[in-house]
Nanobody
């Protein structure tokens, strides 16, 4: 079993910054991709940023130039540095990971419980 624990959400004024962290734990052999999705009230969950094991990244258009995703493979942790935050960034942010499980050497799709980011105008 693999679990993701997120931290770092909160309330910030427009133009401010927040850093989200997500640590994976459990019977992990390796992790393919890690990333962040978000879901605003009344909207579908959307990809914010993704980073694969080799370090390649992919960002949602509105996040480009403002958000930076990174990962520490030794700690099985992914980070999202969010700068120049806007009210429209307000959402629940979910961590996502594709861990390869030791026992089966197959990967799972695992989600965190979500952390609320609120950007006030």
């Amino acid at each position: 079993q693999v679990q993701l624990v997120e931290s770092g959400g909160g309330l910030v004024q427009a133009g401010g910054s927040l850093r989200l962290s997500c640590a994976a734990s459990g019977s992990i052999f390796s992790i393919n991709a890690m990333g962040w999705f978000r879901q605003a009230p009344g909207k579908q969950r959307e990809l914010v940023a993704l980073i694969i094991s080799g370090g390649s990244t992919n960002y949602e258009d509105s996040a480009k130039g403002r958000f930076t995703i990174s990962r520490d493979n030794a700690k099985n942790t992914v980070y999202l540095q969010m700068n120049s935050l806007k009210p429209e960034d307000t959402a629940v942010y979910y961590c996502y990971a594709e861990p390869v499980v030791v026992a089966t050497k197959r990967y799972l799709e695992v989600w965190g419980q979500g952390t609320l980011v609120t950007v006030s105008s």
